[in-house]
């Protein structure tokens, strides 16, 4: 009997990821250290503390962190606001399946908590979500299991019988060592042999959850 899903949203609830290493690009060249795009395949699912301590081993001790973070918000809204941020197929539907059908849900994201109640209000979805833990919630980002453990004691919900939605490799190896399910909708980053071992399922995408969960498979 599956009690809960705990979803991570950046790149699973959201397509931000593309939008985030724009805002990196710009931010880089503003600063003179070249486009930083790139750098978000390395860093995904870290919070904003784990991020600045990959930057400064990368780039150094003097890596400007608190003029990158306030540029890349800075750009990103700028993308967002021209472009609009589109929600990934599935993600109603299946907050709107859980909430009818007794399935607890939580947010566990790296980011602040600032952006993503601001983006969960916007996309009128907030509502569906019992619980949240953020990234300037936690001490250990992921991969570490603290984020996930949060979440599903913030729920009250046993993470063994709890599915993790996680797009991307950091947060499968916290939803692993939180001792939940797993369950990979890949964004920017394919699985390796290594991260499909700690998944329970991969899909293609959020609406073949919902396939599973109306079929009572789980």
Known sequence: MIEAMVFDMD??????ERIVQRSWNRAGEVLGYGPMGEQIYHTLGFNVVRREQYFKKLYGQDFPMEK?????????YEIADAEGISMKP????????????????ALATSSREAHARSLLEEQGI????DGAVYGDMVEHAKPNPEIYQKACAMIGVNPSKSIALEDAPAGIRAAHAAGMLPVMIPD???????????CWKQFGSLMDVLGILELREI
């Open 11 to 16: 790149g699973l609830l959201f397509d931000t």
């Open 68 to 76: 990158f973070s306030p540029l890349t918000r800075k750009f990103f």
């Open 90 to 105: 599935g993600v109603r539907e299946l907050l709107i399946y859980a909430k009818a059908h007794g399935i607890k849900t």
């Open 126 to 129: 907030w509502k569906y979500f």
């Open 188 to 198: 920017l980053v394919q699985p390796d042999s290594e991260i499909r071992t700690l």
